[in-house]
């Protein structure tokens, strides 16, 4: 999963009968049926239809949360009017035991259940889903399926293959990674069935369908076709538009991995909400085995678009090594009701986050000093957060309250244990080993069907990398020490210099200290990043709601309006802020003066070329 920050100041079902059949058996799948024709109330009629049923009862479960997010999202909330049936048509009593469970009596007569999904797109703003992970339901033009939030599973039968029929206005066609095993249309009626067949409850939440009007383009790259679909509400981005961009990029991925990826089809799903109406507000992607969803705002600008689907794609991409490759048994056999947490969001996100960057500098996108700058504001960004708590920790109680807002530290972080570590087998192997060699190792003990034991990845990786591997670990992974990252840069002749800089009072550079809610138009000052020092002279917080600004109300709609005010404060002029912090009013005063940040640049040391630092340096970047 990768989130992304736009900051404000720039910017009827069908049924089908089954016989008796071992409630083990694979010869009758779980048969789901959605309809997309009969849509009602903004809601989709589903129907789920198991094979028969040999207990007294039996649990069904919308996902409570799902792999990639780590977040607690509570799908089933979104369920309305479940029904149990008994096979003459009869209502079977349920108890309807929390958010995302239903227990029914008298399993044995179980014929099937039904219920209506409400989307997520359109009622975002409290207790969000993110929303590449989220629903979409708008009749005859969009159907974002995140599987997950249409489709159940009964207790103990996660591991039986699954049938999913989708009723569908002819107009929309879907993207999708998945092959239909049957297309049934019907052109009198102007509606089709398309049906897909999937082995199991988690290939189900691992192939999203994004139906719409065909807006849709592939390409081949050494031997794997990849599928642009797009939604685009006013037309304003076609596939096409989108479609050079990606295509380097994904060469250039494809490149860069090597023999790791056989991945045959692979599909990118793009939905860009509309801002003027109630629609997506969480941008990003989410990474699948073969596919990725991504919503970004249709108001961005072609080169604002091109560049925000590299960094979110780019690494999306990536997770065909991690986790979806390589993974633990918490994720391989992942319960979406009551989720263990691995522990090693380092590897999942950071390692591939890592990639994402250290792939565009060993394939000539971007300079080394680019590279260096990229790491350099990861480190920045992650002092914002207690740099000794062991990341194992961290990343096995994600969902915790003490450390859920840790989250955004595996991409600043997690990327850093990356590249040290990057660093660290380079340096023991001279120069011959690196990180992706690690992982196309761990692909070929592991791969996609084969998880390992959580406790065991650390000892696998040191058998089969160095001894010495074991104290990296010991002491910047599951220890509470920070990573001297200056001894590891000297390693490939680069140093790390710090010097005050001016910046705006709102605005570093690009970077902004503020970012609006487009729900409320509430502007409020960003949580996770470190400020100016005139931001905390002032006592700022991330997570202060601005109200005024010197008496001056602002909102999204007038945000330039305090970007240019505030570039004509004098100096030792009286500034007031008033800010809403946890529902308390509060004043903020202070003298204007220059804001200042401590920037610390990565520079390459003076070094002949023939240096053996030098020569690590290039393995490191470029073998």
Same mark, same amino acid.
């Given at each position: 999963?990768?989130?992304?920050?736009?900051?404000?100041?720039?910017?009827?079902?069908?049924?089908?009968?089954?016989?008796?059949?071992?409630?083990?058996?694979?010869?009758?799948?779980?048969?789901?049926?959605?309809?997309?024709?009969?849509?009602?109330?903004?809601?989709?009629?589903?129907?789920?239809?198991?094979?028969?049923?040999?207990?007294?009862?039996?649990?069904?479960?919308?996902?409570?949360?799902?792999?990639?997010?780590?977040?607690?999202?509570?799908?089933?909330?979104?369920?309305?009017?479940?029904?149990?049936?008994?096979?003459?048509?009869?209502?079977?009593?349920?108890?309807?035991?929390?958010?995302?469970?239903?227990?029914?009596?008298?399993?044995?007569?179980?014929?099937?259940?039904?219920?209506?999904?409400?989307?997520?797109?359109?009622?975002?703003?409290?207790?969000?889903?993110?929303?590449?992970?989220?629903?979409?339901?708008?009749?005859?033009?969009?159907?974002?399926?995140?599987?997950?939030?249409?489709?159940?599973?009964?207790?103990?039968?996660?591991?039986?293959?699954?049938?999913?029929?989708?009723?569908?206005?002819?107009?929309?066609?879907?993207?999708?990674?998945?092959?239909?095993?049957?297309?049934?249309?019907?052109?009198?009626?102007?509606?089709?069935?398309?049906?897909?067949?999937?082995?199991?409850?988690?290939?189900?939440?691992?192939?999203?369908?994004?139906?719409?009007?065909?807006?849709?383009?592939?390409?081949?790259?050494?031997?794997?076709?990849?599928?642009?679909?797009?939604?685009?509400?006013?037309?304003?981005?076609?596939?096409?538009?989108?479609?050079?961009?990606?295509?380097?990029?994904?060469?250039?991925?494809?490149?860069?991995?090597?023999?790791?990826?056989?991945?045959?089809?692979?599909?990118?799903?793009?939905?860009?909400?509309?801002?003027?109406?109630?629609?997506?507000?969480?941008?990003?992607?989410?990474?699948?085995?073969?596919?990725?969803?991504?919503?970004?705002?249709?108001?961005?600008?072609?080169?604002?678009?091109?560049?925000?689907?590299?960094?979110?794609?780019?690494?999306?991409?990536?997770?065909?090594?991690?986790?979806?490759?390589?993974?633990?048994?918490?994720?391989?056999?992942?319960?979406?009701?009551?989720?263990?947490? %691995?522990?090693?969001?380092?590897?999942?996100? =950071?390692? $591939?986050?890592?990639?994402? @960057?250290? #792939?565009?500098?060993?394939? /000539? +996108?971007?300079?080394?000093?680019?590279?260096?700058?990229?790491?350099?504001?990861?480190?920045?960004?992650?002092?914002?957060?207690?740099?000794?708590?062991?990341?194992?920790?961290?990343?096995?109680?994600?969902?915790?309250?003490?450390?859920?807002?840790?989250?955004?530290?595996?991409?600043?972080?997690?990327?850093?244990?990356?590249?040290?570590?990057?660093?660290?087998?380079?340096?023991?192997?001279?120069?011959?080993?690196?990180?992706?060699?690690?992982?196309?190792?761990?692909?070929?003990?592991?791969?996609?069907?084969?998880?390992?034991?959580?406790?065991?990845?650390?000892?696998?990786?040191?058998?089969?990398?160095?001894?010495?591997?074991? %104290?990296?670990?010991?002491?910047?992974?599951? =220890?509470? $020490?920070?990573?001297?990252? @200056?001894? #590891?840069?000297?390693?490939? /002749? +680069?140093?790390?210099?710090?010097?005050?800089?001016?910046?705006?009072?709102?605005?570093?550079?690009?970077?902004?200290?503020?970012?609006?809610?487009?729900?409320?138009?509430?502007?409020?000052?960003?949580?996770?990043?470190?400020?100016?020092?005139?931001?905390?002279?002032?006592?700022?917080?991330?997570?202060?709601?601005?109200?005024?600004?010197?008496?001056?109300?602002?909102?999204?709609?007038?945000?330039?309006?305090?970007?240019?005010?505030?570039?004509?404060?004098?100096?030792?002029?009286?500034?007031?802020?008033?800010?809403?912090?946890?529902?308390?009013?509060?004043?903020?005063?202070?003298?204007?003066?220059?804001?200042?940040?401590?920037?610390?640049?990565?520079?390459?040391?003076?070094?002949?070329?023939?240096?053996?630092?030098?020569?690590?340096?290039?393995?490191?970047?470029?073998?």
């Amino acid at each position: 999963m990768k989130k992304i920050v736009y900051a404000a100041a720039l910017l009827a079902s069908l049924y089908s009968c089954k016989t008796t059949q071992n409630l083990s058996s694979k010869d009758q799948p779980i048969i789901t049926t959605i309809d997309l024709v009969n849509v009602t109330d903004d809601k989709v009629k589903v129907s789920v239809d198991p094979a028969k049923i040999t207990t007294e009862e039996i649990s069904f479960f919308i996902p409570k949360t799902v792999p990639g997010t780590y977040s607690t999202d509570n799908y089933g909330r979104f369920i309305e009017n479940f029904k149990a049936y008994d096979y003459d048509g009869n209502e079977l009593t349920f108890t309807h035991q929390d958010d995302n469970t239903w227990t029914i009596s008298n399993a044995k007569a179980l014929d099937k259940v039904s219920y209506e999904v409400n989307d997520s797109y359109d009622i975002e703003g409290e207790n969000d889903v993110f929303s590449p992970a989220g629903t979409n339901i708008d009749a005859d033009k969009n159907f974002m399926l995140n599987l997950h939030g249409f489709v159940g599973y009964f207790s103990k039968l996660q591991e039986e293959p699954y049938r999913i029929e989708i009723l569908r206005p002819d107009n929309l066609i879907a993207g999708t990674s998945l092959t239909p095993t049957t297309k049934d249309e019907n052109p009198d009626d102007n509606f089709s069935t398309d049906t897909y067949t999937v082995g199991r409850y988690f290939e189900v939440t691992d192939h999203p369908i994004m139906y719409a009007k065909p807006d849709t383009t592939s390409f081949d790259v050494q031997g794997m076709k990849v599928l642009l679909d797009v939604y685009s509400p006013t037309g304003k981005f076609s596939a096409q538009d989108i479609k050079p961009g990606i295509e380097k990029m994904i060469s250039a991925q494809k490149k860069f991995l090597g023999d790791i990826n056989d991945t045959e089809k692979y599909a990118i799903l793009l939905y860009l909400s509309d801002l003027q109406k109630k629609d997506a507000r969480g941008f990003g992607a989410l990474e699948h085995h073969t596919s990725t969803t991504v919503v970004l705002p249709e108001t961005m600008q072609k080169a604002q678009l091109d560049e925000s689907m590299k960094d979110v794609v780019s690494h999306e991409f990536f997770h065909i090594v991690t986790p979806l490759s390589v993974h633990s048994n918490e994720i391989h056999y992942f319960d979406y009701n009551d989720p263990k947490m %691995s522990q090693h969001l380092w590897m999942y996100e =950071g390692v $591939t986050e890592y990639f994402a @960057n250290l #792939f565009q500098i060993n394939q /000539g +996108l971007i300079s080394n000093q680019d590279f260096y700058d990229r790491m350099s504001e990861k480190i920045a960004s992650s002092m914002n957060f207690d740099d000794t708590v062991p990341f194992t920790v961290m990343s096995e109680n994600i969902l915790t309250d003490q450390y859920k807002d840790s989250y955004y530290n595996v991409y600043q972080k997690g990327a850093l244990i990356g590249m040290a570590l990057d660093i660290r087998l380079r340096e023991l192997s001279d120069g011959k080993m690196g990180i992706l060699d690690l992982m196309k190792k761990l692909s070929k003990k592991y791969g996609k069907d084969k998880p390992f034991n959580d406790e065991d990845l650390i000892g696998d990786i040191v058998a089969l990398t160095y001894p010495e591997i074991q %104290s990296f670990f010991d002491q910047y992974v599951t =220890g509470e $020490t920070p990573i001297p990252y @200056n001894e #590891f840069f000297a390693k490939v /002749g +680069l140093e790390e210099k710090s010097s005050m800089i001016n910046t705006g009072y709102f605005l570093n550079g690009q970077v902004p200290y503020i970012d609006g809610d487009p729900a409320s138009g509430e502007l409020f000052f960003r949580k996770g990043i470190g400020f100016n020092t005139f931001l905390e002279k002032l006592g700022v917080e991330g997570g202060d709601i601005i109200k005024t600004v010197n008496g001056t109300e602002y909102t999204i709609k007038n945000v330039y309006g305090l970007i240019t005010s505030s570039q004509s404060w004098e100096e030792g002029s009286d500034i007031e802020i008033v800010v809403d912090r946890d529902g308390e009013e509060i004043t903020l005063t202070a003298k204007a003066s220059q804001p200042q940040v401590e920037e610390t640049s990565i520079t390459e040391m003076e070094l002949p070329a023939d240096s053996p630092k030098v020569k690590l340096r290039e393995a490191w970047l470029k073998n």
